[in-house]
């Protein structure tokens, strides 16, 4: 479900103002409810939106970098091609064969795999595509798959988890349990704090305009009590006291948990094991409450 049979090439990067009317627009025209039997889900597209000879913009990757406290260097930070193919993905989430609204998904889990570094200036070539519907105790879960590629190396590649709420034939089944942070081997701590402010900009910098970034009432609608930081966001921030550390050739995992709700701040705990292995926990202590844990491992070859 969901392979690609269908190329087709982009002459630029969308514009997302035009995603996001066509997103509101389906929230009036598409159903939100999809009914099944547990067994045949709806289909995702068939096809991969392709923009070729990108090139990448020094100044806006430093907005981004000051956002996120990420180093401004001549090479991009890990996660920051996530937001490059954004539009795209707004683009293919928003096309008439793909079954739901993207406004309301919810980011729960991320891999980023990169295999080497790529200059701020670089010319691109960025792949999206979505697959892999399969039902979650909480939702429906469709992975969109985003590839870098420079010339014809693969540079970068990438895996979003997208949870759509809705009830499934895992409705009501235990939550998996994650693996514990080992607090044992902490190398560092600090507070992240976010604010409305901060969140806004990312929000403007990186495209990502869902109505849960950016305002309690919208955030309301879709059951946020206020509102929440982007995964993106957070999947950056964390990496901010130790990315110059990071293997080159590395892939990222994040699990998110709890929302980050803004404004508001939480504890981040980082963690250096054997082999260039980093761990990191974002969280509430007093509350009990992990908003996320992710690891950079260096890359298997």
């Known amino acids: 479900m969901g392979s690609c049979n269908k190329d087709i090439e982009l002459n630029g990067l969308p514009s997302l103002t035009k995603g996001y009317l066509k997103a509101a627009g389906q929230m009036i025209t598409k159903s939100l409810t999809v009914k099944h039997g547990g067994s045949a889900l709806p289909s995702l597209p ?16 430093k907005k981004y970098t000051d956002n996120t406290q990420l180093a401004n260097r001549n090479v991009l930070p890990i996660t920051y091609l996530y937001s490059v193919a954004f539009p795209i993905v707004i683009k293919l989430l928003t096309e008439p064969d793909f079954p739901y609204v993207p406004v309301g998904l919810v980011h729960l889990y991320n891999t980023i795999n990169q295999y080497k570094e790529v200059a701020t200036d670089a010319v691109v070539d960025i792949y999206v595509h979505t697959e892999n519907m399969r039902e979650h105790r909480s939702g429906l879960l469709i992975d969109v798959v985003t590839e870098v590629y420079v010339g014809s190396e693969l540079v970068w590649s990438q895996v979003s988890a997208m949870l759509r709420k809705q009830k499934t034939s895992l409705s009501g089944t235990p939550k998996e349990s994650s693996e514990a942070f080992d607090k044992s081997n902490v190398t560092s701590q600090e507070t992240v704090k976010a604010t409305a402010e901060m969140i806004r900009q990312y929000a403007s910098i990186s495209g990502d305009r869902n109505p849960i970034h950016m305002s309690p009432i919208t955030a309301k609608a879709f059951g946020f009590p206020q509102i929440i930081a982007h995964g993106s966001w957070m999947m950056a921030r964390i990496l901010s006291s130790s990315e110059e550390k990071l293997p080159t050739a590395c892939t990222y995992k994040v699990e998110f948990g709890k929302p980050f709700l803004v404004p508001g701040s939480a504890e981040l705990f980082v963690a250096n094991t054997s082999d260039d292995n980093w761990s990191y926990s974002l969280e509430k202590p007093d509350k009990g409450k992990i908003i996320l844990t992710a690891q950079v491992i260096p890359l298997e070859k």
């Open 46 to 61: 068939a096809k991969r939106f392709i923009l070729k000879n990108y090139r990448l913009n020094p100044q806006e990757v």
